[in-house]
């Protein structure tokens, strides 16, 4: 509860901390620049994610997500995405609308198809399927 309070924070690094499920104060923190949950247990997150809109550095590998809200697509700033190593079957619809990421990591997941939106990625320099 009481990270939800840090409203000014720019960067949270909670990597390997046996999370089970997204931090629901984080969602607060919408001057979050940098968001590090890497190597967690978390299988979901909500549409409020997309409540961190000027999020540019996203890690989310090492988890057990099985989806991706639709609000992925309103983090229009976002730069880097990792989403390596979860149990991904889909990416949402809006995922083209991230037109700004330069680096996506999304291998070692259960992909069976990309969404065509994906094009819309012009900016990609690095691509990790």
């Not at 995405?81 to 990591?105: C, D, R, V």
Request: without cysteine.
């Amino acid at each position: 509860e009481e990270l939800g309070l840090l409203v000014e924070l720019k960067a949270l690094n909670l990597s390997y901390n046996k999370l089970s499920s997204f931090p629901s104060p984080v969602y607060n923190l919408k001057q979050l620049r940098s968001l590090n949950l890497r190597g967690n247990a978390i299988t979901s997150i909500s549409e409020d994610f997309g409540n961190l809109m000027h999020l540019e550095v996203l890690d989310l590998s090492d988890n057990a997500l099985m989806s991706l809200p639709d609000s992925l697509g309103k983090l229009t700033e976002l730069r880097k995405l990792s989403l390596s190593n979860n149990q991904l079957a889909h990416l949402p619809s809006t995922f083209g609308e991230l037109k700004l990421i330069t680096e996506l990591e999304i291998i070692h997941n259960n992909l069976e198809d990309l969404p065509p939106s994906i094009n819309n990625m012009t900016g990609l320099t690095s691509l990790d399927l």
